[in-house]
């Protein structure tokens, strides 16, 4: 053999064929003794040989009875320790010399056929798992279970894509015989050297094998459970490679599995506590894969959620409370509890930094309106937690989650920066539904303590992150209107002074920041008065977990007027700081659902006659320079130029005329006056926008100088479209 290993060195490559197949039967006869010495000398003869790079392939060449010796040798169950780890390191390094030989030669014996595959990785696997040799001490190139993850590390990088399914499967069969899914440790150590070898643009695939493994692990909640875990941890090792359609695709299988282990009933309290877990893990899991995403993506994942969670058309708020929405069944209920879990972990991952990004309005509507979930204050304080990671921009949360007043601000260290325009934009457009669910929150009666907390906090975040003047001014009006609520409303007495507490710290953290010395004033002074005869009115006791009902008033008298903010000096303090006070006037709760409601009914049904009413510029600002077009906000849609050609029969049209007067008569019957109003006056705002932004730009333009020769003519001076009245646009505008 000694002579066999230095003619192999020595013989020229494209000579090699001649001894090659007389040098292999050497090797199978030394193999195929019995005396270990024999098979240590043939394996190593074989691994020489497999480091030579031969020029040509030989097609006949077949190792399949070199696979199965070494995998034999890897198994080897000698009594003595020593030798038992000789003969089985000289299996694993057979099997490395096999694929190191095969894998660089596509045309030779298929290395990553599933009959090969199906003996090399169990045999490695076997030996990274085997705990009898503990007590030994080994060199690392004596030590089989250093040799053998060696070994499958080298195995794994050289796959490809078409191989990734060849080099897994044995893995998940081999855990499955073995029983190693609970616990998962030795899984998990298998599964990162994977997903740490292979090339990180293929890890994906073992993400998609693991799932398909999970499909056939529906009886045991354990094991999917374990293989949740898992993906869990992996995932992240993967985000490289499953930005784009996979993460999608990753969740919907998630929320399938999530549906389903909600679904499963029984009475058996061990299977029900399994279930339970399985469900932990699958959120814990969406959300790990929500941390690898970038933000946008995020977003989107939020959106997927969304469109899963049941009962989308019972969330909306009856005004008069006296007819109750539909009522969800528990499966429902349950599924919608996680969802939302689903959801508060991925926000929690996500890094918010303008408000129309972060609260899109097919996101914020829904979102807002998950907020009037009636029987259950949990999952309402669910939905205001993920309010507070979508909007809090400055990372104030964490000292705005407590509702209390500081001797001093600056012991809250909270950081305060400018506002935006797209934000203001965005409270502009969208505070109104904020103001009128966080107000409808409040009057729920099976409020907890933590839920009006959480309104605390999202009215404060609000105000930091978009609190300029008019805003400010919204902010107060709604303070007050809230106020009222607790002094009107049929809530419980210990509502009615959290939600005083809530107020009075509200109205202080504004006094304190916008620095008005006589807002401050008033506040001290209710609040030295509370302090004296209505401790229960302030913040540290009426938000004390540990009250009984004896802590409070019996008599709701007690929260007489002398307690409460006065509107007036307020509004002084806010005038003598030269805030606009006009606005608190207007009315601060406008239901959202009735302030569109024509509008979206509009939108909804556009026809050939509305098609007719749209014109396209094509000359104006599209032909002045430096200039950004603005776009009429009416669309046209697919669905108006199918009307166009296929115009309603004389019978749609009347049945649709009389549906058209027939909401526009309920909306009026029911909706009062002065909701009426503040949608006309929301619309006035909206025509007035563009005037008032012409008005504007105006006003920043220089001025034309007079130079020696005299006052420039109008004719030489370029005014840029929208800096001029548009006589069409102004003409479309219906009053």
Request: aromatic share 8%.
């Amino acid at each position: 053999m000694q002579a066999m290993d230095q003619l192999l060195v020595a013989c020229h490559s494209h000579s090699l064929n001649l001894i090659v197949d007389s040098f292999l039967k050497m090797v199978q006869k030394l193999l195929e003794q019995h005396d270990i010495e024999f098979q240590v000398l043939g394996t190593n003869s074989f691994g020489k040989f497999a480091k030579i790079e031969e020029e040509a392939a030989s097609y006949h060449r077949r190792y399949d009875f070199f696979i199965d010796k070494f995998s034999s040798m890897c198994h080897n169950n000698h009594a003595n320790g020593a030798v038992r780890a000789r003969v089985r390191v000289a299996g694993i390094q057979g099997l490395q010399g096999v694929f190191r030989k095969l894998a660089a030669d596509d045309l030779q014996d298929d290395i990553w056929a599933s009959t090969h595959m199906n003996k090399i990785v169990p045999s490695l696997l076997f030996n990274m798992g085997d705990t009898s040799f503990q007590g030994l001490e080994f060199r690392d190139e004596e030590n089989p279970r250093k040799v053998a993850e060696s070994a499958l590390r080298d195995l794994v990088c050289r796959a490809s894509l078409m191989n990734i399914e060849a080099i897994i499967k044995p893995v998940l069969t081999h855990f499955d015989n073995h029983e190693l899914w609970v616990p998962n440790d030795f899984a998990l150590v298998i599964l990162k050297i994977y997903m740490f070898s292979i090339q990180p643009q293929y890890a994906y695939a073992i993400i998609q094998l693991l799932m398909s493994h999970l499909e056939t692990k529906k009886d045991s909640p354990k094991i999917r459970t374990s293989i949740i875990n898992l993906l869990s941890e992996i995932v992240t090792i993967a985000a490289s490679g499953t930005i784009g359609p996979s993460v999608h695709d990753l969740f919907y299988k998630l929320l399938r599995h999530l549906r389903q282990s909600i679904a499963f009933r029984t009475d058996d309290e061990v299977r029900i506590e399994e279930e339970r877990k399985l469900q932990e893990a699958i959120i814990n899991c969406m959300g790990e894969l929500a941390k690898s995403a970038p933000d946008y993506q995020k977003i989107e994942l939020i959106r997927v959620v969304f469109d899963k969670m049941p009962g989308q058309d019972t969330f909306r708020l009856d005004r008069d409370r006296q007819s109750p929405p539909q009522q969800l069944e528990t499966n429902e209920l349950r599924l919608q509890t996680m969802l939302l879990k689903t959801v508060l972990r991925i926000a929690s991952r996500y890094v918010p930094e303008q408000m129309s990004k972060s609260l899109p309005q097919d996101l914020l509507e829904p979102l807002l309106k998950m907020c009037g979930i009636r029987d259950d204050p949990n999952s309402r304080l669910i939905v205001q937690q993920i309010l507070h990671l979508l909007i809090d921009r400055h990372q104030n949360l964490e000292k705005l989650k407590t509702v209390s007043i500081p001797k001093q601000l600056s012991d809250l260290d909270l950081k305060v920066e400018g506002t935006s325009r797209m934000d203001l934009m965005f409270m502009r457009r969208q505070g109104h539904r904020f103001y009128w669910h966080l107000y409808e929150t409040l009057r729920f009666k099976n409020n907890k303590v933590v839920n009006i907390e959480a309104v605390y906090t999202t009215l404060a975040l609000l105000y930091i992150e978009v609190g300029d003047e008019d805003i400010t001014v919204e902010l107060v009006g709604l303070a007050f209107k809230i106020q009222d609520l607790a002094a009107t409303d049929e809530l419980p007495i210990v509502h009615r002074c959290c939600i005083h507490a809530l107020v009075a710290a509200f109205l202080n953290l504004i006094a304190h920041l916008i620095d008005s010395v006589a807002m401050q004033e008033h506040i001290a002074h209710v609040l030295e008065r509370r302090e004296q005869s209505a401790p229960y009115m302030l913040s540290e006791h009426a938000f004390n977990r540990s009250n009984t009902e004896t802590n409070y008033p019996k008599d709701v008298a007690a929260l007489k007027d002398g307690f409460l903010f006065d509107k007036q000096p307020i509004i002084d303090a806010l005038q003598a700081s030269s805030y606009d006070m006009s606005k608190m006037d207007n009315p601060i709760l406008v239901q959202p659902d009735e302030v569109d409601f024509v509008d979206r009914d509009r939108d909804r049904d556009t026809t050939a006659s509305d098609l007719a009413s749209i014109s396209i510029d094509l000359a104006s600002n599209a032909s002045t320079p430096d200039v950004i077009r603005r776009y009429s906000k009416e669309e046209i849609c697919f669905q108006a130029l199918k009307s166009t050609l296929k115009p309603r029969s004389a019978d749609e049209t009347r049945k649709h005329e009389q549906e058209q007067r027939r909401l526009v008569f309920d909306y009026f019957k029911r909706t009062p006056f002065d909701e009426i109003r503040a949608k006309s006056e929301l619309k006035a705002r909206q025509m007035a926008e563009p005037i008032s932004d012409v008005f504007e730009n105006i006003g920043k333009e220089q001025k034309v100088n007079e130079d020696d020769e005299g006052f420039a003519s109008t004719e030489s001076i370029l005014f840029p479209a929208f800096f001029t009245f548009r006589y069409d646009f102004l003409k479309s505008v219906q009053v």
